[in-house]
């Protein structure tokens, strides 16, 4: 059985900073591409950033481009969400997902997810 486990979450103020994990057991980390996504109370999950499994390549919402950077370590089979500068509108659940696909931006193109981790942001 697959298993995410992301880790990291937690409340900080307006400005600071936090760093997701997201440790996989997947045995061929390395050929999948990562994405986070978040969901607020009574929103829509949507996605944030996500990294491809070969080249590195990179894309995020615009909501928080210039902010946060998704980045992995397929060594450790994980992938990390720096997040800076931090506003209330960042509050939600974090998730992490794993797939093959190349929509990144739809959530139903991902196959494996996390069980999701609390990022709360107080002004």
């Known amino acids: 059985q697959v298993k995410l486990v992301e880790s990291g979450g937690g409340l900080v103020q307006a400005g600071g900073s936090l760093r997701l994990s997201c440790a996989s057991s997947?045995?061929?980390?390395?050929?999948?591409?990562m994405g986070w996504f978040r969901q607020a109370p009574g929103k829509e999950r949507e996605f944030v950033a996500a990294?491809?499994?070969?080249?590195?390549?990179?894309d995020y919402t615009t909501y928080v481009k210039g902010r946060f950077t998704i980045s992995r370590d397929n060594a450790k089979n994980t992938v990390y969400l720096q997040m800076n500068s931090l506003k209330p509108e960042d509050t939600a659940v974090y998730y992490c997902?794993?797939?093959?696909?190349?929509?990144?931006?739809?959530?139903?193109?991902?196959?494996?997810w996390g069980q999701g981790t609390q990022v709360t942001v107080s002004s």
């Open positions: 997902a794993a797939g093959r696909g190349t929509n990144w931006f739809d959530p139903d193109k991902w196959t494996y």
């Open positions: 997947l045995r061929t980390f390395s050929s999948y591409n």
């Open positions: 990294i491809s499994w070969n080249d590195g390549n990179t």
